[in-house]
């Protein structure tokens, strides 16, 4: 009896909640391309150097989660994905977030900036800024290809881990960079597909909710297109080679066949297995994404011993 | 229905400060072992000691040596 009046106005959070405002799952593959992107640079870095920039890239991202998440509490609110998020479910205070947001932020650039090199630490105060500001507070709810765009936060982490690492820009991090970009239209939209009555709800324009499903579904197939020159273009970069070639010619075969799967269908046909497909193409592209930046390591690993690149 | 002392509420604080305590102690860990990892790269003493104004004789180079400065 008494839980119920005191769950209402304690508003003390714990310890996980305060983490899930970093979101945890984001942050996983930030954390595994960051890494992917110093490993294959062809600079040696300290392993606790190397650490400690993970460590940074980390929290910086988590840092521009949180400031997401305080930004966007009120249609996290409104849609059934985002309602158990620790704002919207009252956990944690907006105040508390904006703050731990702009902390971190500022703590992650500093220590990175004092670790490695500046350009690293530029990088990554971009990338926060590119997040929370660029993507969060404009172009989510003015443009339907807000994703498109804002897939360039998620497309930094490598070449802060290249940059870590060299101390600069180069052609391979500019292709990473280039494969997680054009990666994320389809990964989202196919997703946007199945969940698609929810941002409609919270009035986020959405190219599902703005040009229809079937026009997403064209965007799909072009841009899968587009991101496979991009895929096997890093074979032939110092970082590539026989293990990555291999590895990309299938996984470009598989997403194609999903996103075609995806693409040839209407809506009825949808409707009526539940978007099987969709939630496929989904699945395949995270298996995608991670099997790539998989095999770019593979090639490095095996660099030592005579094998991995041409 | 008895008054318990301990609460929930007390759990959840308790599990937040002993949250900001391990933070805490893991940064002083991870500034002191950056500073150890970073002055253990610069590999030459002579490049770290000479922040502190003060004319260290073991790190002046001796006349006639590369690098000693020739004196008029």
Known sequence: ?310 | MSIKVEHELHQRRKGRNMGLLGLLLAFVALVFLLTVVKVQELGDASKFQGYDHVVQPALVPLEGEEGAVVSQ
């Open chain 1, 1 to 310: 009896m008494t839980d119920v009046s005191l769950e209402q106005t304690s508003h003390e959070a714990g310890m996980g909640d305060y983490f899930a405002l970093f979101k945890p799952r984001v942050m996983s593959l930030v954390v595994f391309t960051a890494l992917v992107g110093l490993v294959v640079a062809p600079v040696p870095v300290h392993p606790f150097i190397a650490f400690v920039a993970i460590l940074c890239i980390a929290v910086g991202a988590g840092a521009s989660g949180a400031l997401n998440m305080w930004w966007d509490a009120d249609i996290d609110r409104i849609m059934r994905r985002t309602a158990k998020r620790p704002i919207p479910s009252g956990k944690v205070q907006p105040g508390e977030a904006l703050g731990l947001g702009l902390t971190l932020s500022a703590f992650s650039v500093i220590l990175l900036a004092l670790a490695t090199n500046f350009l690293a630490a530029g990088l990554l105060a971009f990338t926060i800024f590119f997040y929370a500001v660029i993507y969060s507070m404009w172009l989510k709810r003015s443009t339907p290809q807000n994703i498109v765009i804002g897939g360039a936060a998620g497309a930094f982490p490598p070449m802060i881990g290249w940059a870590v690492a060299t101390g600069g820009i180069s052609l391979e991090s500019i292709l990473m960079f280039a494969l997680i970009f054009m990666w994320t239209p389809p990964h989202f939209w196919a997703l946007a597909i199945f969940v698609k009555s929810d941002y409609g709800n919270a009035g986020v324009p959405m190219l599902t909710e703005t040009h229809g499903r079937r026009v997403t579904r064209n965007h799909i197939m072009g841009y899968m297109i587009a991101l496979v020159p991009v895929a096997l273009a890093i074979s032939f970069t110092s970082i590539g080679g026989p293990i990555y070639l291999a590895t990309a010619v299938a996984l470009n075969l598989w997403f194609l066949r999903a996103c075609f799967r995806v693409w040839r269908r209407d809506e009825a046909q949808a409707e009526a297995d539940n978007f099987a497909a969709e939630k496929a193409a989904f699945k395949v592209s995270l298996y995608y994404l991670f099997l790539h930046f998989s095999a770019l390591l593979a090639e490095a690993a095996l660099r030592p011993w005579g094998f991995g690149g041409w």
